[in-house]
């Protein structure tokens, strides 16, 4: 046995090693690993040994192969529909760039695709003009991870849901002051194409293509244990904005108003009832509070 | 003199809980022994996987099965996900917790993958000192298996099974022998997996793992994607006659089949036990890697959100 290294040195040079990008050999020549054990490719014996059928780059290219294949179909899961826009090496390399850029550092794969939609914002070229391929994949990849944070974290099933008749109690001169308490599931998202339609292809093996650009407004949650999605115009979507934000029905509708373009105030006149009605059947809130009460 | 076990009990043949198989067992409620879950799959959840865990825990007994401890890293031990560990176990009433001799990461980062330790005496106490402050602040004994390896370091000066032994005796943990890992390791490394087995404290073995692998002609890879093999069973049988019998664990993780074909694997044990030394468990015929996507070790096993 050589000079014995610390157990430290030893693994801070394996990590470098196998999970370089460009292989073993370009880990074992990387500065980084070279810092903790100063070897090159012809001397790795000194650290790992052979065995009769491989040798030590060999064996240690064994772990090198599986950490990005491992990773990858894991993220893969994670992003099925952009994996199927992108193909499947065009996903590789981008999920190689992400993990090298940004390798898990949880105990949990639940975590590894936090911020891959961030990494392709990042890495977007910026000479392509907006709403164009870039930002469909961008969307796709936004969609996929909410739906993977809703289906796995907080979600409504045990805490009971706001119901029509909720509303109904709330006496009329006091209705602009309720406050809606959402389910801990319910997000909002902007996107620039109908991403969660082809998501919904794509897990049902339709082959879709891609979509035009349009405005696509949508509003996700979870009930019974199921990730479930769905469109609204944009004055409801400035008003739950509003509301999940923590403003009162009153203050909402201000909120909302103002985001929205000049006349739109009818808008949400004509239609508050119709969406109490859909939000209590939807199951997006737990309940209505009123100060005081 | 160490109890057998530790006095844990020998819950008989049960089948690692996986996501796939999750409507089969809430609606045909099978006759399985006991589950085996990934810990880090369930220490976060606020959806369907803790939903289900709640309904299974209510039927059968649940053991915890950990990929994260990394009790061989040189990092400061996570004493957040610890605490997760501890809530998810006192929860579950899981009648041990176990993870792998190895590291998963340092700087801070984990791989996902169970990576090898140099065998020698500073790497000995450094794990010894790091299971004892697991074991006192979990409040309970630590299992440790036999992780699947495919390179030896020139930095070892004892064998596997020494440290092993001295590993467990000198921290006074559980261990859990998988099988599969040691046959594999073994192939990878030269070794005679007998001698391995003949080797350990047989009295600190609580668990058994089975599995299946692919073999690439130079080496083994752990991939949990097939049944278990001859020489992998006749192991098994010398493990179970050296230890008296404990709990014995399917593991499937990739391809992974029908649950009724799961469970029939480990029942194969069950068989193999009751009909003594000659007979091996049949073998169906569904093999080689022709029909695999990916050799890739499976030590984590990733849970797919459900949409409408």
Redesign the interface.
């Given at each position: 046995?050589?000079e014995?290294?610390?157990?430290?040195k030893?693994?801070?040079w394996?990590?470098e090693v196998?999970?370089h990008p460009d292989g073993i050999a370009a880990g074992v020549n990387s500065q980084t690993a070279r810092q903790q054990i100063d070897i090159g490719t012809a001397q790795i014996?000194?650290?790992?040994?052979r065995?009769?059928?491989?040798g030590?780059a060999?064996?240690?290219a064994?772990?090198g192969?599986?950490?990005f294949?491992?990773?990858i179909?894991?993220l893969g899961?994670?992003f099925?529909a952009t994996r199927y826009a992108l193909g499947e090496e065009t996903f590789e390399s981008f999920a190689l760039g992400y993990m090298t850029q940004s390798?898990?550092?949880?105990?949990?794969?639940?975590f590894?695709g936090e911020r891959f939609a961030q990494y392709l914002i990042d890495t977007r070229p910026s000479d392509v003009p907006k709403p164009s391929w870039p930002d469909f994949l961008i969307d796709l990849a936004k969609v996929e991870r909410t739906?993977?944070e809703?289906?796995?974290?907080?979600?409504p099933?045990n805490l009971g849901t706001l119901k029509p008749e909720d509303l109904q109690a709330v006496p009329p001169e006091r209705v602009s002051e309720i406050r809606f308490v959402p389910v801990?599931s319910l997000r909002l998202m902007e996107a620039s194409f109908r991403v969660h339609e082809y998501?919904?292809a794509v897990?049902r093996d339709r082959s879709p293509e891609i979509p035009m650009p349009v405005e696509t407004l949508l509003v996700i949650t979870?009930r019974e244990?199921?990730?479930?999605?769905g469109t609204v115009s944009r004055a409801e979507f400035q008003l739950l904005r509003a509301i999940i934000d923590g403003h009162s029905l009153g203050q909402a509708i201000e909120v909302a108003a103002e985001a929205m373009p000049a006349g739109s105030d009818d808008e949400f006149a004509a239609n508050l009832s119709k969406w109490f009605q859909h939000w209590a059947s939807a199951g997006w809130f737990l309940r209505v509070e009123l100060p005081g009460s | 003199m160490t109890e057998a076990r530790l006095g844990l009990p020998d819950l008989g043949f049960g089948v690692g809980l996986r996501t796939t198989h999750y409507p089969h067992i809430l609606k045909n409620k099978p006759d399985v022994d006991w589950f085996e879950i990934i810990s880090e799959n369930y220490m976060d959840s606020g959806g369907r996987p803790r939903h289900v865990l709640e309904q299974i825990v209510e039927q059968y007994k649940v053991v915890m099965h950990g990929v994260s401890l990394s009790i061989g890293s040189t990092d400061p031990l996570d004493f957040d996900y610890l605490a997760k560990l501890r809530a998810l176990a006192d929860w579950t009433k899981a009648a041990w917790i176990s993870d792998h001799v190895c590291w998963t990461g340092v700087n801070g980062l984990n791989g996902h993958d169970l990576l090898p330790l140099p065998y020698n005496e500073e790497t000995l106490q450094h794990v010894v000192s790091r299971i004892k402050t697991v074991q006192d602040f979990l409040e309970r004994p630590l299992v440790l298996e036999n992780p699947t390896t495919y390179v030896t370091f020139t930095d070892s000066t004892m064998s596997e099974w020494d440290f092993v032994t001295r590993m467990a005796e000198e921290s006074d943990c559980g261990l859990l022998l998988d099988v599969n890992n040691v046959y594999v390791s073994c192939f990878n490394h030269d070794l005679d997996p007998e001698d391995f087995i003949r080797s350990l404290p047989h009295e600190r073995i609580v668990q058994f793992h089975l599995a299946g692998h692919t073999d690439c002609g130079t080496h083994i890879i752990d991939t949990h994607d097939n049944f278990v093999v001859d020489k992998v069973w006749e192991l098994y049988r010398l493990a179970h006659k050296l230890t008296g019998g404990v709990s014995t664990l399917l593991e499937w993780d990739a391809q992974i089949p029908d649950f009724d074909v799961v469970h029939g694997e480990v029942l194969k044990a069950r068989d193999l036990i009751r009909d003594g030394d000659t007979a091996l468990p049949k073998r169906a015929a569904r093999d080689t890697a022709a029909d695999r996507s990916a050799t890739v070790p499976q030590p984590a096993v990733f849970v797919a959100a459900e949409v409408e």
């Open positions: 046995m050589s014995q290294r610390s157990l430290g030893l693994q801070r394996v990590q196998i999970t014996e000194q650290v790992v040994e065995s009769t059928r491989l030590s060999e064996r240690l064994v772990y192969n599986a950490y294949a491992r990773l179909e894991c899961e994670e099925p390798p898990s550092a949880s105990y949990s794969l639940g590894l739906y993977a809703v289906f796995d974290g907080p979600g099933e801990p998501v919904t897990r979870r244990y199921v990730v479930r999605r | -």
